[in-house]
């Protein structure tokens, strides 16, 4: 087990997540505490993986630089940046020089999940499987690859995006993967080739097992809606993270500071160097990021606020997101997953609703946005 080697996908935009994912790449978007990306590396960790290949596309240069080699998670993390995108299978071929020749795990780059590695892995040996995906119930897998099982657990049908009508069972593919090295045999080189649309398909019926994880908790965050959900979720223990050891002692940071009559929620987290106004509500699911100023009377829930941005007396923020350096006016109302970049001004007397995104920089001035 300890030698199992990881392969992370990290070649997607992320455009559904801008602006957050505007000057960065996703998976180091922040998310409660941390880069996305330390949930993940701290639960393969926690799995008793050593060795990470991290496949990366989009500026990567970034990424190295706040991951690193992996030493603060326990970890020696490969980078390998591909010079042209080649899809989720394609992307393998980039990673094989690094690899050893036993099984690995392959691991889609942007799920937040606590689901049990290690019975996966001990479930791939004991049916000598070649590929063995890890499958979670969902309520809508439209989105999503779904899997369909005989009662060995083998794959008896694999959908990608399935319709609708298509629809026969909740099991989706998690985007984790145990996979053995003669999966390479299945993906043409030098080509751009999708795992879920041409080799899960091939390998139905020839060794692809369905692992299936219940009770766990599983979520992809590549939406603005879904991404507060995590945060309110890790905020809540709804799923097992590290974060959990740190709000231990209470949701204010012992080097934040807290106005007069200002109520903070359990489930919200007041970081370091932060400052929360009086009578200030920071509600559940509310970050207010390091260094991050509230002013008195505003009231938050579920709204993250980022490191160094400035919301003023009496605003608003319920389900939206303020970038990092990003500043509010006084009374500014923000609703419904909208999204102001990093950097942006947003004078006093707007409201922002409906999803609305404003980009990194930005400046609007007083009274301009009314939806
Ligand atoms: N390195 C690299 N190169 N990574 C890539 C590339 C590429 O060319 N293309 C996609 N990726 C990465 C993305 O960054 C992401 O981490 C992962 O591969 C999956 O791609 P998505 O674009 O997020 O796919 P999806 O979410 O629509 O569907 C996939 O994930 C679902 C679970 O979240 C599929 O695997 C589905 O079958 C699955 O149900
Ligand atoms: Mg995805």
């Not at 299978?89 to 689901?115: C, I, Q, S």
Request: proline share 6%.
């Amino acid at each position: 087990m300890a030698s199992t080697q990881a392969v992370i996908l990290v070649g997607g935009k992320g455009t559904r997540l801008r602006p957050l994912t505007s000057n960065r790449p996703k998976p180091i978007v922040p998310l409660v505490d941390r880069p996305f990306m330390a949930y993940m590396l701290e639960w393969v960790a926690s799995h008793g993986i050593t060795d990470v290949v991290m496949c990366c596309g989009f500026l990567a240069d970034q990424m190295v630089e706040e991951i690193g080699d992996g030493e603060a998670y326990g970890l020696h993390i490969t980078w390998v940046s591909e010079p042209e995108p080649r899809g989720t299978a394609g992307a393998l071929w980039y990673a094989h020089p690094h690899l050893r020749d036993e099984r690995f795990l392959m691991l889609n780059g942007d799920v937040l999940t606590d689901m049990d590695l290690s019975a996966q892995i001990a479930q791939h040996e004991r049916t000598g499987a070649t590929g063995t995906l890890a499958l979670v119930p969902v309520e809508d897998p439209t989105a999503y690859g779904l899997v369909r099982l005989h009662e060995d657990q083998s794959v008896r049908g694999f959908l990608e995006k399935p319709t609708p009508e298509q629809i026969d069972t909740d099991l989706i593919s998690a985007g984790a993967y145990v996979l053995e090295p003669s999966i390479f045999d299945l993906i043409p080189k030098d080509r751009l080739v999708s795992i879920e649309r041409e080799v899960w398909p091939k390998l139905v019926g020839h060794g692809l097992y369905g692992c299936v994880h219940r009770g766990k908790y599983w979520m992809d965050i590549g939406t603005p809606q879904r991404y507060l959900e995590g945060t309110q979720d890790i905020l809540a223990w709804r799923v097992r993270t590290k974060v959990a050891e740190r709000l231990r002692d209470g949701p204010v940071d012992p080097g934040a500071t807290v106005g007069d009559g200002a109520v903070v929620d359990r489930a919200s987290l007041v970081d370091t160097g932060a400052r929360v106004g009086d009578r200030a509500t920071i509600g559940a699911g509310s970050i207010v990021g390091p260094g991050a100023t509230i002013g008195d009377d505003a009231i938050l829930q579920n709204a993250v606020v980022l490191a160094g941005a400035t919301v003023g007396a009496g605003a608003r923020l319920r389900d939206c997101i303020v970038g990092i350096d990003a500043v509010l006016g006084d009374g500014v109302v923000m609703s419904d997953a909208a999204m102001v970049g990093d950097g942006a001004h947003v004078a006093e007397g707007n409201v922002l609703s409906h999803g609305l995104r404003v980009g990194p920089g930005a400046q609007v001035a007083p009274g301009t946005l009314w939806f």
